[in-house]
């Protein structure tokens, strides 16, 4: 489908003096895309030239299209030298090639440079006109939207979940190309954001092939394989009703490879002996060898299903993959919760039971969730089970951990909160074989110690599950580092959790007994003051009527995991501390004694304030409109000299805590509020550094309505589901190819099985995949940058027309309105930001598209800038400004589900030069007040029974 | 364990108005975290005193960064780096704009040039005044003087428009600017019971009468500079104490009204005829610039002095400056009545203004 794209260039504004004679610059601009280069005239003299130029019009493919981003350089013409670059604008323009979404990008864009950061704006308008392609044979995937979203977005229903969809992108660090004395920052900084732009046009477009019929493809990772039909990972953390059928628990595995490093001179580039190699360890190993690379990740997929298997689940949800590398040694982490799914959403079920069988599907409401999938005999590990305390039919287990958002029918008691297992071990420098080896068998460590901790806190809260797990083993050089956070919540359907109870071994002193049950007493309080505070109060229920025994105060955990080493030698680790009781800490040692100790540390929030890292807040439901999204970066030098694993963790902990506590008092004039979705991310960036990166959203509530009883809140959400299946029913989606347009689903799904078996590929490729979050993080991560094995896709397998139907076509009209000449009002418009995959009080009406952006920022002059924190805080600011100068061109006032993927900073003061590498991305999208859609639906009631229209795309 | 980097980056840039006016009065961090901790800001919060640190450094830096901007207001609405609501951007720019009273009365009517710039120093010492504020301050009156005083148009819409100030502070700028271009003398010792108001208020009744703007609203300059002409022509009311008869006779028809009615009707008989003197003399020596400068000096000296010294209630002046300025239309043989109005209204309202303990 080749297309042609046409860009204007309107005019500039507040550019910087590039002639210091006169105070005033003479502009021109350059606009690439591919190999074709237009140049508007130069406009002399002025910091706000109007160069109004012509259409430029390149005739492309729409690989290209996909691929390439549309590159625009501003300069400063010299008559008698060569002209200055000012700076750059990169443009995707993929959300263009979608017809139901943005239909042009006109704005003004911050000018970047690598090394000045934002020079002045520029004002651009591109337009794309897409050629139906004559012949049909041709593979494209053009048309397949991608989402950061991991929950099917508002405006779109789940026609068939294909699975994963992964891709490897491997290509050199164009850094390396550079020799150190003569590289030049800009070039360099200019190529490498280039590249890798590219590269992750290029991934979600191979992505988007085998991923072919898929629509609303959410986030995801690739897998070519044949067991996915049986075996689907979804990174989707929120599901439709119906969808989720059980959890069994948090899986997940993990492996410490080793890099072959070979050497190169590049290594000591001009950023001294920072780390910048660390992307060389990539680019060496893995441009030589990527399925090597294909296969260790295949090697823990594998392992991850086998603990899903044996929990009774065919599915893994919530599903993440990550890695952390130090030198030559790399660990590669993967978990997800194992689950049972409705197989009617699944490629294999019928498609057509995907909307009205969903319903009667359904379970017991708000606690089917919680049920076993495994079979109560043949228990793959010791567990303590009990009947639902909901429905008293089924068994449920004692305590729950899941990496996903809690089900929003989900029944649950009070409020819930973040908790937090932090830990460091120090483990010894050394190189290569013996370094993976010492890394390995700390690991297991601190898997152990990380999820003892979280079952204490839990407890010490009151609360019996866990939700959005997330465990980040960070290796440096001289530690490790493990920081584990979910959000705990109380599960109605759940027993109560015991207390937990402290003993000392060595009982003859008394002294020692008192300062025991001094300690115990501390403990029973802090229960106590958790449990009003998060307002814990369960229904009694008498023990006749579950009909069980209560249940002993046994901890047994949910968490089967693995880990392997190189050698690939796996050995299973039983968490559930064997026979021992957990609830009773020992503390006979100073190991113990620091763990209790750091339990009662832990702070509560200030009164105003709930925090967590799922995307609402379980127990609180009455948001209000005010959000404020921040991201903090914290680096903190430890003093280098006997560092005790003792005094290591304290250091950690006050780091995140003071943390947490700063980030209260800046928002404290917005309370009540909670902060949602708090995403920390530890590095270890030189040896005695630590960095931690907070990404969040605080969001007001009112606090009045806030006392609601959860029944209520079942019952509205409920209401609210059984609304939204309505509206969907009214707008029923299409799936439809081109050639048979007019057919039903069933019809459909035949064409596809046809398309995919006449080209030759296998079957399994359908099941390819749903869900792009990680996907982005993998193939466009810094490190990941890899050349494409885009030889090896298979092409020409499916092609398919899908339309997706707007929730409702009142949005588009009102999108019409809003993006009505852009930046006509001197003021600039609010772009709101948030990590979520909604806007409190508001609807999303259209996704825009996805933005992934990448920027680098390198500064030769670090103290002139405020040093490292006046540095950064610059370039995220202007990071910020460019993410909604990008929305606000697509006719978006909003990005949902943001994330910064990479903020990888890097510094060398005593030579006054710093380096950042950052990466974002979310979705774009135009949202209205849920207060002016009511206005506006009273005043246009007609527009809701017209038939809506269908955005078709062909692919 | 020490901070290395410590940043935060709200999507909508965070601002603490407190932490601003700390800033503003130019205190260090350190200084401004200990400010805080005086205000109790712990205790109401329950922070620390790291967190409160972390926090002034926060804002510190993003007002630093907001300062280019702020130099140059309407670059504050349009940037793309910082998303503040309006409302906020209103009052960053009117804080940053505003000025300390003790301040603006030390550099009123100065020269806004280099040589003040060193004098900083000592008037920070003075007014107990943070150099680094009073140098925010000097720097502000020079922008804005820099900017409108070659402009055609009224001052204060001038002002108003390239600094996007209220109406309340663009005035105040209007009267720096106006006393900075005509160096005006504020500083005399007998001068210091005057406030920057009073100066402020006489500056715009002069704006208003006494600036080319007053008949031309199409000059440049026209609301800066004097007009030179009609300064010129403020000889020609000299006859009026020049010319005996006609001095006599005005105050005889300014007695007759005012007989009984004045508390102070003897001592005003008495000094009728210096008083006129010294307003007509004042008059006709605003041909020199020096004596422009002076004016202010000449009011006090010649009229605000006398008078008070004579304990004439403020109502005794007001009906003895109108009756003054009025009683000159029945003067036959005086030719120059319009001058004279444009003259004395304006005189008269600074003169009221002006006298006071």
């Known amino acids: ?955 | 364990m020490t901070s290395e980097l410590d940043i935060f980056v709200g999507n909508t840039t965070l601002i603490d108005e407190d932490v601003y006016r700390l800033w503003l009065d130019g205190y260090s961090v350190n200084d401004a975290v200990a400010l805080r901790v005086r205000s109790g800001i712990l205790e109401q919060t329950g922070a620390t005193a790291g967190v409160l640190q972390s926090d002034t450094m926060d804002h510190y830096r993003t007002f630093h960064m907001l300062e280019r901007l702020l130099h140059a207001p309407p670059k504050l609405l349009h940037q793309l780096i910082f998303q503040i609501p309006p409302s906020r951007q209103a009052l960053l720019i009117e804080r940053y704009y505003t000025f300390d009273e003790a301040f603006v009365r030390e550099v009123l009517g100065k020269k806004l040039s280099k040589g003040t710039k060193k004098d900083l120093d000592d008037i920070s010492t003075k007014t107990g005044i943070t150099l680094k504020s009073c140098r925010r301050q000097f720097d502000n009156f020079k922008r804005v003087f820099k900017v409108v005083e070659e402009m055609r148009g009224s001052l204060v819409d001038n002002i108003q428009q390239h600094f996007l100030l209220s109406d309340r502070l663009a005035r105040d700028y209007a009267a720096i600017v106006f006393f900075a271009n005509n160096r005006f003398e504020t500083g005399k010792k007998k001068l210091q019971y005057l406030s920057f108001g009073d100066f402020a208020f006489c500056a715009e009744l002069m704006i208003q009468n006494w600036t080319l703007g007053a008949v031309d609203s199409q000059m440049d300059d026209m609301d800066v500079d004097l007009d030179k002409e009609f300064l010129q022509d403020l000889k020609e009311l000299k006859v009026l104490v020049a010319d005996k008869d006609l001095l006599d006779l005005h105050k005889s028809l300014v007695c007759t009204v005012l007989r009984g009615k004045l508390s102070v009707f003897s001592e005003m008989e008495t000094n009728f005829k210096n008083l006129s003197r010294g307003l007509v003399n004042v008059a006709a020596k605003l041909t020199h610039n020096k004596d422009v400068r002076d004016l202010f000096v000449d009011l006090v000296e010649k009229f605000v002095e006398p008078c008070r010294s004579d304990h004439w209630p403020l109502s005794d002046v007001r009906l003895f400056l109108t009756q003054y300025s009025v009683s000159v239309h029945s003067l036959d043989g005086f030719r120059h009545q319009v001058l004279w109005d444009r003259y004395m209204g304006t005189l008269r309202g600074c003169l009221l203004r002006l006298y006071h303990d």
Not at chain 1, 370 to 382: G, S
Not at chain 1, 853 to 870: A, C, K, P, Q
């Open chain 1, 1 to 955: 489908m080749p297309g042609k794209l046409k860009v204007k260039i309107v005019a500039g504004r507040h550019l910087p003096v590039m002639d210091r004679a006169s105070d005033l610059t003479d502009a021109f601009v350059e606009v690439k895309f591919g190999n074709t280069t237009f140049k508007t005239d130069v406009y002399l003299k002025s910091l706000n030239p109007q160069w109004n130029s012509e259409w430029f019009k390149f005739e492309v493919d729409d690989e290209d299209l996909q691929d390439e981003p549309l590159q625009i350089t501003v300069l400063d013409h010299d008559t008698y030298s060569a002209n200055d670059a000012i700076g750059k604008v990169y443009i995707d323009i993929d959300p263009l090639l979608y017809s139901e979404a943005a239909t042009v990008i006109s704005g003004w864009f911050p000018i970047y440079d690598t090394i000045h950061g934002i020079r002045g704006e520029i004002n651009v308008v591109v337009k794309v006109d897409l050629f139906n392609d004559l012949n049909r044979f041709r593979q494209s995937s053009c048309g397949v939207k991608f989402f950061c979203t991991t929950s099917i977005p508002k405006c779109y229903r789940a026609v068939v979940i294909h699975g994963f969809v992964e891709e490897l992108v491997v290509n050199e660090d164009p850094e390396y190309q550079w020799i150190d004395r003569i590289r030049t920052p800009r070039a360099s900084n200019e190529a490498r954001q280039r590249l890798i732009s590219l590269m992750s046009g290029t991934g979600s477009g191979s992505a988007g092939k085998e991923g072919g019929p898929l629509k609303a493809l959410l986030r995801q990772q690739t897998q070519s394989a044949l067991e996915q039909r049986e075996f689907p990972f979804l990174t989707l953390t929120a599901f439709p009703p119906g969808l989720l059928v059980h959890v069994g628990g948090v899986v997940s595995a993990r492996s410490v490879k080793l890099l072959d490093r070979i050497h190169n001179p590049a290594f000591v580039g001009i950023m001294g002996n920072t780390r910048s190699y660390k992307l060389l360890d990539w680019n060496s190993f893995n441009s030589d060898e990527p399925e090597t690379r294909d296969a260790w990740w295949a090697e823990i997929r594998q392992e991850i299903k086998s603990h899903a298997k044996a929990l009774g689940c065919h599915a893994v949800v919530g599903y993440s993959e990550s890695t952390s590398i130090c030198e030559e040694v790399c660990i590669l982490s993967a978990s997800g919760t194992a689950a049972v799914l409705n197989p009617r959403f699944l490629q294999e079920g019928t498609v057509e039971g995907s909307l009205e069988q969903r319903i009667e599907e359904n379970l017991p409401v708000g606690c089917g969730f919680c049920h076993i999938p495994y079979d109560e005999l043949n228990m793959p590990f010791p567990a303590h089970l009990t009947y639902c305390y909901n429905c008293r039919k089924q068994k449920v287990p004692d305590v729950l951990f899941t990496t996903i958002d809690l089900p929003t029918d989900a029944v649950v008691v009070g409020k819930g909160c973040l908790i937090q297992a932090r830990l460091c071990r120090l483990k010894k420098k050394a190189q290569a074989e013996a370094n993976a080896t010492a890394i390995s068998n700390l690991l297991p460590f601190m898997e152990y110690e990380v999820h003892t901790q979280l079952m204490n806190k839990l407890k010490l809260k009151g609360m019996n599950a866990l939700f959005g797990l997330r465990i980040q083993i960070t290796v440096g050089e001289n530690m490790l580092m493990g920081l584990a956070s979910a959000t705990g919540v109380y599960l109605a359907a759940l027993p109560t959790p015991g207390g937990i109870q402290i003993a000392g071994k060595t009982p003859n002193d008394g002294s020692y007994e008192q300062h025991i049950s001094h300690m115990q007493k501390k403990i029973n309080d802090t229960i106590a003051k958790n449990k009003e505070l998060y307002e814990i109060n369960p229904p009694e229920v008498s023990e006749e009527i579950i009909g069980s025994p209560i249940p002993e105060p046994r901890q047994r955990s949910r968490l089967l995991r693995s880990q392997s080493e190189s050698s690939d030698e796996v050995t299973e680790l039983d968490l559930s501390h064997g026979k021992k009781d957990a609830f009773v800490l020992e503390i006979d040692d100073a190991d113990a004694m620091e763990d209790v100790h750091s339990l009662l540390t832990d702070v509560p929030p200030p009164s105003g304030f709930y925090s967590c890292n799922t995307e609402i807040m379980p127990g609180i439901n009455n948001w209000t409109s005010e959000i404020q999204m921040f991201t903090s970066v914290r680096v903190v030098r430890l003093s280098s000299l006997n560092l005790t694993n003792q005094a290591l963790n304290k250091n950690f902990n006050g780091l995140c805590e003071n943390l947490l506590k700063s980030l209260y008092f800046k928002l404290r004039s917005m309370t009540p509020c909670c902060l949602c979705h708090v995403n920390f991310t530890v590095s270890l960036p030189e040896d005695e550094l630590i960095q931690v990166t907070v990404t969040a959203v605080a969001i007001t509530f009112d606090k009045n309505q806030a006392l609601q009883t959860t029944k209520a809140h079942a019952e509205k959400s409920l209401q609210r589901a059984s609304a939204d299946n309505e509206e969907m029913l009214q707008f029923p989606l299409e799936l439809c190819s081109d050639s048979l347009p007019s057919h039903a689903f069933p019809a459909a799904k035949e064409h596809l099985e046809s398309a995919s078996s006449n080209s030759g590929t296998p079957a399994a490729q359908r099941a390819t995949s749903v869900d792009y979050s990680s996907f982005a993080d993998r193939c466009s991560s810094w490190i990941e940058l890899i050349k494409l094995k885009a030889q090896t896709i298979r092409r020409g397998s499916i092609k398919t027309t899908v339309t997706v139907e707007k929730a409702s076509p009142m949005g588009d009209g009102n999108f019409r309105n809003r993006s009505a000449p852009p930046c006509a009002s001197s003021t600039v418009g609010v772009v709101k930001m948030t990590p979520l995959s909604f806007i409190p009080g508001a609807k999303i009406t259209k996704y825009l598209g996805i933005i992934n952006m990448f920027f680098i920022r390198e500064t030769t002059s670090l103290r002139e800038e405020g040093g490292v924190s006046g540095f950064l805080h610059a370039f995220i600011a202007e990071v910020f400004a460019m993410v909604r100068a990008h929305v606000a061109a697509l006719g978006g006032n909003a990005v949902v589900s943001y994330i910064m993927k990479q903020c990888v900073f890097m510094e060398n003061p005593s030579k006054n030069q710093a380096q950042c590498l950052i990466n974002v991305s979310g979705d774009a999208v135009v949202f209205v007040r849920e207060s002016d859609l009511e206005v506006m639906s009273a005043q246009q009631p007609a527009v809701n029974c017209q038939p809506s229209c269908t955005g078709e795309v062909t692919t």
